[in-house]
């Protein structure tokens, strides 16, 4: 069995990591910053239980934002997942202000292309881009091989650049 590192070290790797992510889905501040507490607050709780010899920490933390978003998303009916769109509290996102990675020009094309693109599709790219999992730590967290990850992201990836099609941005896709 791998041994643990301490908890503090655990938040202080992956703290930026959890926030981009958790950020990329949400894209406002203030919820992040709930959100994130809120995932610390768990995976604090529950760090005694984990196994490092069953997920990476970044797994682990990733289902764990992962599950709390689900959580954010669920009304108080039992229907289930419900969409940023259809949230009576959801404060549109805003360009100023808000999270250091989007104040220049070519940042706020990202943040329009995510914001066009649906829960599930951001929280690939978070996966991907803002926490840096390889495609084996992704499918384990969506339940799925890493080929169909792969798929999936090519074809996300052609999507975002239709999105794109005549500015400069696409470069970078």
Request: proline content about 3%.
């Given at each position: 069995?791998?041994?643990?590192?301490?908890?503090?070290?655990?938040?202080?790797?992956?703290?930026?990591?959890?926030?981009?992510?958790?950020?990329?889905?949400?894209?406002?501040?203030?919820?992040?910053?709930?959100?994130?507490?809120?995932v610390?607050?768990?995976?604090?709780?529950?760090?005694?239980?984990?196994?490092?010899?069953?997920?990476?920490?970044?797994?682990?933390?990733?289902?764990?934002?992962?599950?709390?978003l689900?959580?954010?998303?669920?009304?108080?009916?039992?229907?289930?997942?419900?969409?940023l769109?259809?949230?009576?509290?959801?404060?549109?996102?805003?360009?100023?202000?808000?999270?250091?990675?989007?104040?220049?020009?070519?940042?706020?094309?990202?943040?329009?292309?995510?914001?066009?693109?649906?829960?599930?599709?951001?929280?690939?790219?978070?996966?991907?881009?803002?926490?840096?999992?390889?495609?084996?730590?992704?499918?384990?967290?969506?339940?799925?091989?890493?080929?169909?990850?792969?798929?999936?992201?090519?074809?996300?990836?052609?999507?975002?650049?239709?999105?794109?099609?005549?500015?400069?941005?696409?470069?970078?896709?």
């Amino acid at each position: 069995m791998n041994p643990k590192e301490p908890f503090e070290e655990v938040y202080e790797k992956n703290f930026s990591s959890v926030y981009n992510f958790v950020y990329a889905q949400l894209m406002h501040k203030e919820r992040t910053e709930d959100v994130v507490s809120e995932v610390f607050i768990k995976a604090y709780a529950h760090y005694d239980g984990y196994d490092p010899s069953k997920a990476s920490v970044k797994t682990w933390l990733t289902n764990i934002a992962r599950n709390t978003l689900i959580d954010l998303y669920r009304k108080k009916s039992s229907k289930g997942y419900v969409s940023l769109d259809d949230d009576e509290n959801f404060v549109e996102p805003s360009y100023e202000d808000e999270y250091e990675i989007f104040k220049e020009a070519s940042e706020q094309e990202v943040m329009s292309i995510l914001s066009g693109l649906d829960p599930d599709e951001r929280e690939l790219l978070g996966m991907i881009y803002f926490q840096n999992m390889k495609n084996e730590e992704i499918g384990q967290v969506l339940g799925i091989n890493a080929k169909a990850v792969s798929a999936r992201h090519h074809r996300l990836l052609k999507k975002c650049r239709e999105m794109v099609k005549d500015k400069d941005i696409s470069d970078y896709l």
